[in-house]
């Protein structure tokens, strides 16, 4: 089973940005979807991007255009960029996988904090 470990959070301003990063401890090249999560108090888990082993990507509505999920194989890294944030961002974000198309998400991270305040 695949260990993820969640970097990157922090406090930043309204409009600011972040990069988070999840690091997999064996090779991600193969796994089918790779995916950040996050949840806010009180609040369900919810998918906020998702990147197939093939380059393809997904958002949730309130992300698109601010947020943007790339993969790094050769690093078995998977990020999160994050622009013009919000406060309504704040959360804490995880990572998971779905390593094939029949699987559901699994191998959490332990998770990273943003906060976003003035």
């Known amino acids: 089973q695949v260990q993820l470990v969640e970097s990157g959070g922090g406090l930043v301003q309204p409009g600011g940005s972040l990069r988070l990063s999840c690091a997999a401890s064996?090779?991600?090249?193969?796994?089918?979807?790779m995916g950040w999560f996050r949840q806010a108090p009180g609040k369900q888990r919810e998918l906020v991007a998702a990147?197939?082993?093939?380059?393809?990507?997904m958002y949730a509505d309130s992300v698109k255009g601010r947020f943007t999920i790339s993969r790094d194989n050769a690093k078995n890294t998977v990020y999160l960029q994050m622009n013009d944030l919000k406060p309504e961002d704040t959360a804490v974000y995880y990572c998971?996988?779905?390593?094939?198309?029949?699987?559901?998400?699994?191998?959490w991270g332990q998770g990273t904090q943003v906060t976003v305040s003035s």
């Open positions: 998971s996988v779905r390593l094939t198309i029949l699987s559901d998400f699994s191998s």
């Open positions: 064996s090779s991600i090249t193969s796994i089918f979807l």
């Open positions: 990147i197939k082993a093939g380059g393809g990507t």
